[in-house]
């Protein structure tokens, strides 16, 4: 199976040479904790525990699966004790407040961090993933009280945190949501209902879970309008913050999974248990916006670690799998026929792997630095602030959750292919890349969800095609800055010819919609491929001018790491960027060939 090796380099390139995060965190009120000897600390330390404590047990995580009986969940060996040493090491508290006992630096940190763990292993990070954002909603929404409460322990990771949203009658669509509050005397709520897909709902791993949970008032209005948010603890908390006496919500199953089987998938059932409402009643899934962009952005992490992880399992067995001989002459003539890398079809699935691992990255290490200036609001107390950030990584988050993960899933399957048949058999670890990918296009709102937020909400409702013509506008600049660059002035007639299309298509469609509603859904998964296509390009073209200019001024790194940037990105403009065309044909065709066919003619046999 793959050995994981934390790819520090291209992190460090990401943010010493690309972003130049000390100067991002200069700019922020927490900014001046994370010097750059802090921050090779938690480079460090992050890469020590997922090679040698996280990646180890991910193979034998999966074989064994999380185990249940009668309410309690178990999981796989040595799932607690790397756990126990996750929470010594004061991993969960590395980005929230120190008034709660953690270290109080920027998010990005953690978003650096939890992409080195999801890679080493994803259902583990799972875990602490979810408290993550239970964390993020009870420090906007919640009550002095209830971070005084949850925060501390929440923080620490002796506690751990889930969200509770879907039920058996509804997936995406939370206004059809059921479990019910009813309010009592004191001030608390009982919760009735049953809540399905719920990531760390149950487990061995910390002494409490606290779930964050939709739920209806008696009065509330019908759909999202009447959706309020409760805290619903596991266990009582006591006032010296240990555990009292067990809530009436109880594990009913776990699911049997295709993929990140290490990672307990609960049914829950709340039977009169007590709750606390988070926020103002009937807006609670304003609320659970901000747990969802958390998970969103998580998620598309989880796009770039399955890319990385399959690439580094591909990469060494390409390089010593012998098979045929290349079709330019003999590369290992003292050998019965050449390594498959030096076939051009191959490196065409190692390159894939390459360009959208790195790529991705790029791309969430830049919206990093959206959630840094948009958490900075939060803490500074400047809803202002906050808000202007928000709508900026609104843009980005369905691109990065669709788009990254369809791109994840494909290079896993690439991993695979590299392999052939070996790649099917479970002891070369490729296939288990592949199925634990697969959840990643799915949950947090599938592709089309995604699809249909960017499209129709952000770029058509929202903003009428304005964050496109922004977003643009900077590429735009960019390309003005590199015409006068021999090297550089592919990339920016490229991006030019991009910006322009983006802008003419997105037109286009919002004048279809008018007389077309159905476009809107019939374009929208088009659009949003577009959209990734055109936006990774962007950072491969930035990171192409960065390595040039390394190259002549001189790097940190060997030049022939800048020049295999540079060469990555040039695969992506001729081999994967025209794509976007294919893409852009699609979106503009009317919907009428999706629409026309009636419901039972799709079939004649059931």
């Not at 525990?49 to 064994?64: F, K």
């Not at 322990?153 to 997936?171: A, D, F, H, I």
């Not at 360009?355 to 939060?378: H, N, P, W």
Request: with cysteine; aromatic share 10%.
């Amino acid at each position: 199976m793959p050995t994981y090796k934390a790819p520090l380099r291209d992190v460090r390139f990401l943010m010493n040479e690309m972003f130049d995060f000390q100067a991002h965190f200069a700019t922020l009120s927490n900014g001046a904790l994370a010097d750059s000897d802090t921050v090779d600390m938690i480079l460090e330390g992050t890469a020590d525990l997922c090679e040698n404590v996280l990646a180890p047990i991910y193979q034998s995580g999966d074989e064994e699966g999380c185990h249940f009986d009668n309410g309690v969940v178990t999981t796989p060996k040595g799932y607690k004790a790397a756990y126990d040493q996750f929470v010594q090491g004061g991993w969960q508290g590395l980005s929230y407040p120190e008034q709660y006992g953690g270290q109080g630096l920027p998010m990005s940190l953690n978003l650096v961090k939890s992409e080195m763990m999801g890679t080493a292993n994803w259902s583990f990070t799972m875990y602490p993933g979810l408290s993550s954002g239970c964390m993020n909603t009870i420090l906007q929404y919640g009550t002095e009280e209830q971070k005084d409460t949850y925060m501390p322990k929440l923080v620490e990771g002796t506690w751990s945190g889930t969200m509770c949203l879907t039920e058996p009658q509804c997936g995406t669509d939370l206004g059809q949501v059921k479990t019910r509050a009813e309010p009592e005397a004191d001030g608390t709520y009982k919760i009735f209902g049953t809540k399905i897909f719920i990531s760390a709902g149950e487990h061995d791993l910390a002494e409490n879970i606290i779930h964050i949970v939709l739920a209806r008032l008696p009065d509330a209005p019908k759909g999202t309008k009447g959706i309020s948010l409760f805290i619903v603890p596991k266990f009582m908390p006591k006032a010296d913050g240990t555990i009292g006496e067990r809530n009436p919500v109880t594990c009913g199953s776990i699911e049997h999974k295709m993929g990140i089987r290490a990672s307990a998938t609960a049914v829950l059932n709340f039977d009169g248990a007590v709750g606390y409402l988070i926020g103002e009643p009937n807006k609670g899934l304003n609320a659970m916006f901000t747990f969802m962009n958390t998970a969103r952005i998580g998620t598309a992490v989880q796009g770039i670690a399955h890319a990385e992880l399959s690439y580094q399992g591909s990469l060494p067995y390409a390089k010593e799998r012998m098979s045929m001989r290349a079709l330019s002459g003999k590369k290992d003539p003292d050998k019965v026929a050449d390594a498959i890398i030096h076939h051009a079809d191959v490196r065409r699935l190692l390159l894939t792997q390459k360009a959208v691992a790195e790529g991705g990255r790029a791309m969430i290490y830049y919206a990093a630095q959206l959630a840094d200036k948009m958490t900075d609001g939060i803490l500074k107390g400047d809803h202002a602030e906050y808000e202007y950030w928000d709508d900026k990584l609104g843009f980005y988050t369905p691109i990065l959750k669709g788009f990254l993960t369809e791109m994840g899933l494909e290079s896993a399957n690439l991993g695979m292919q590299v392999f052939g048949g070996h790649g099917y058999i479970k002891e070369h670890g490729m296939e288990q890349i592949v199925r634990d990918a697969r959840i990643s296009t799915l949950y947090e709102g599938t592709t089309g969800i995604q699809a249909l937020d960017l499209l129709g909400r952000k770029v058509l409702l929202g903003s009428r095609g304005k964050v496109v013509r922004d977003f643009t506008g900077d590429i735009l600049k960019f390309c003005g800055r590199q015409a006068s660059h021999k090297n550089m002035r592919g990339f920016a007639w490229d991006l030019t010819k991009i910006c322009a299309q983006w802008n003419t298509l997105t037109l286009r469609l919002m004048l279809m919609a008018r007389k077309d509603r159905d476009v809107v859904s019939s374009a929208s998964n088009d659009y949003l491929m577009y959209s990734g296509y055109a936006m990774m390009a962007y950072f491969w073209a930035q990171m192409a001018a960065k390595s040039f200019e390394l190259l002549d001024k001189g790097g940190k790194e060997q030049p022939e790491f800048y020049q295999a940037k540079i060469q990555t990105a040039e695969f992506f403009f001729e081999r994967l960027l025209p794509r976007a065309q294919g893409h852009a044909e699609a979106m503009i065709k009317p919907s009428k060939s999706l629409m026309q066919m009636d419901i039972s003619n799709f079939s004649f046999d059931y």
